[in-house]
């Protein structure tokens, strides 16, 4: 919980946020349409979507799959009777005139997120519900100076507005909650989570009150399309509300716009309460009725989700709550940590390591995805495997990393061309030894007389220079304490 101080005292954020999922299926809510992205302005419109006289819709029955699995990700209650109403309004995106949607029966029931924060803590964020809705279309603005033009293809996709209760104190718990959320969306496979596409928005409820005071009037602010700008709108829209109170104002219940090129939201109109949509069942769709098998069958079919892998990996393989972490937060990178340790009985920790600063480092470095990158998990694996054996040391491995991601060649085969194989014969390692030592005996006075024991880090440097970071560094430690009589 974040606390704001303002000129009379410590305010503090209720927030509440109501995310707008795209379901993920290839037909939309109640028709047969395509849903694909980037398709031509208009082109997957049917005559329901148009809301042409007399179209009747047909539930889809994915779309009604999809909700159940979010409900069953989010621990939440499936409700085996559900009814869709309409929601009146005019938009000139909305050609029915109205939205079906669902409100005093949704689909979902209420439920939990467990929200992951920087310091290693965790907190739950209460869910109210989820319901099904269609998507409105999209109004063109920037097409033509004198006109506004209409692009259906979005007109009737399928949507879960997934609605937090008012349990999030902050911005960063707010964008942790995102995170979560998306994170579990993806994993369940029932909304893809690109937020750039508008596959995934967040309206924002926030109101400030004095610490253990009543909630305040709160605002909303509509369609924030990024985590970075939700987080934005709620520091600015807190600010904002501070000022008015404490100028002795008065905060109005109203929908805001966020204005992401000047960091600040205007106001867009006042807040509608439910019963200004009018709303009532839809006498085209009779009420949703599942069986208690359907729930069932879907829920033994579920993924294993981000809070229950994070759990193995810490139980399993060491790691800390961080790494795991980091790991899990995306499924594909989940799977290719695990297909990693899958070549051989591998360090989890070292692996780990590996994937989260070197590969994922190189990913970010290059902008390249996971799929394209030019360095697998079984080559990332014969890496691990060299330094394990002793092959190449860890400096040498990086170095080896590089050669293997810009030229896509396997460890195995750079170590082989470049003569990167780690010197380990003691022999030699002592010959280089010895030759260090003869050549800086201003240093060895130093170490063996105290006045500076930590010169023996600068020997080791030597020693590598020397070997041109081959010697086995190890090694060299030991015999530079026996030759200094450290």
Not at 8 to 19: A, D, P, R, S, Y
Not at 138 to 157: A, C, I
Not at 192 to 220: A, F, H, K, W, Y
Not at 232 to 248: N, P, S
Request: aromatic share 6%.
């Amino acid at each position: 919980m974040a606390l704001i101080e303002g000129e009379t005292g410590k305010w503090e954020m209720v927030i509440g946020l109501e995310v707008h999922a795209q379901v993920i299926s290839n037909a939309k809510l109640f028709s047969g349409a395509s849903t694909a992205f980037g398709a031509t302005p208009n082109s997957q419109v049917s005559l329901i979507d148009a809301a042409m006289p007399g179209m009747l819709p047909v539930l889809n029955r994915e779309c009604v799959a999809q909700a159940v699995r979010t409900g069953l990700g989010l621990k939440a209650k499936i409700n085996l009777t559900s009814v869709f109403e309409r929601k009146n309004y005019f938009y000139p995106d909305l050609p029915q005139g109205y939205q079906i949607s669902q409100y005093q029966q949704p689909i979902v029931g209420e439920g939990v997120l467990t929200i992951d924060l920087p310091d290693g803590s965790t907190k739950d964020i209460g869910i109210e519900r989820l319901h099904l809705e269609q998507d409105a279309g999209k109004s063109m603005h920037d097409q033509d100076p004198r006109r506004t033009f209409v692009d259906l293809n979005r007109s009737g996709v399928a949507l879960m507005e997934i609605v937090s209760k008012p349990d999030i104190g902050s911005a960063e718990e707010a964008g942790a909650y995102i995170h979560k959320l998306r994170s579990i969306l993806r994993y369940l496979g029932t909304c893809d989570g690109n937020m750039d596409e508008g596959s995934l928005r967040c309206d924002v409820n926030l109101s400030m009150r004095r610490p253990g005071e009543p909630l305040g009037t709160r605002t909303e602010t509509k369609n924030v399309n990024s985590i970075r700008y939700v987080q934005q709108a709620i520091e600015y829209e807190a600010r904002r509300q501070v000022e008015v109170l404490e100028a002795g104002g008065v905060i109005e219940q109203e929908t805001r716009l966020f204005d992401a090129r000047k960091g600040e939201s205007r106001s867009m109109r006042s807040k509608e309460e439910a019963h200004d949509y009018r709303y009532f069942p839809d006498p085209d769709l009779l009420p949703l009725v599942l069986e208690q098998e359907f729930v069932d069958g879907l829920a033994a079919e579920l993924p294993e989700l981000p809070d229950e892998k994070k759990r193995r990996f810490m139980e399993d393989y060491g790691l800390s709550i961080y790494d795991a972490g980091v790991l899990v937060a995306e499924q594909a990178n989940a799977a290719f940590y695990e297909s990693v340790l899958a070549g051989g009985k591998r360090d989890p920790k070292l692996a780990a390591n590996w994937v989260t600063v070197n590969y994922f480092g190189a990913l970010n470095a290059s902008g390249t995805d996971l799929d394209d990158a030019p360095v697998d998990a079984a080559k990332l694996g014969g890496l691990l495997d060299l330094i394990a054996d002793g092959t190449v040391s860890s400096r040498l491995a990086k170095e080896v990393f590089e050669a293997m991601w810009e030229s896509g060649k396997d460890a195995a085969t750079i170590v082989e061309e470049k003569g990167l194989k780690q010197i380990t014969d003691e022999g030699a390692i002592e010959a280089i030894v010895d030759k260090v030592i003869a050549d800086n005996p201003g240093q060895v006075e130093q170490y063996s007389s105290g006045a500076n024991p930590k010169v023996i880090g600068w020997f080791v440097g030597q020693v590598m220079k020397a070997s041109q970071g081959k010697a086995n560094p190890g090694t060299v430690n030991q015999i530079l304490k026996r030759k200094l009589g450290g």
